[in-house]
């Protein structure tokens, strides 16, 4: 028995979704699950002396941590997650509003999130 209609096989298009969903994933789970917390225990437990000792975030050891490279990377992959989940969240919300911008839309969203990135890593590199 053969089937009454064919299938057109046509090759797959290569797309840059998988990279752009994994990071709006990650900078999610991060902006979900660290970002309150950052909030606030860097806003109210630490400066009020709830959770450490009121000169655990002073100048001079918030700045040894953003010159350490673990904390450098540390700051570079919040700030950057932060941004891609951020800017993929407006592209598709510019989307649902009704403004059909195709790839520029996307390309600004994700172009700005690329640059202040880079812009992050250079200050981060150059401190």
């Known amino acids: 028995m ?3 209609h064919t299938v057109d096989e046509a090759p797959l298009k290569r797309t840059h979704e998988p990279i752009v969903w994994s990071l709006f994933g990650a900078g999610g ?3 979900a699950m660290f970002g309150p917390m950052l909030i606030l225990v860097t806003t109210i437990l630490v400066p009020l002396g709830i959770l450490l000792p009121t000169g ?3 100048y001079t050891r918030v700045l040894a941590f953003a010159q350490w490279w673990p904390g450098k990377i540390a700051i ?3 700030v950057a997650l932060f ?3 951020a800017m993929h969240r407006l592209c598709h919300s510019l989307h649902d509003l009704g403004f059909h911008t195709g790839t520029g839309a996307q390309i600004v969203c994700y172009g700005f999130a ?3 990135s880079g812009v992050c890593a250079v200050l981060l590199l150059t401190f």
């Open 56 to 58: 655990t975030l002073s």
């Open 76 to 78: 570079l992959a919040v």
């Open 29 to 31: 789970v991060l902006s």
């Open 2 to 4: 053969t089937p009454s």
């Open 83 to 85: 941004l891609y989940h």
């Open 114 to 116: 690329t640059v202040m």
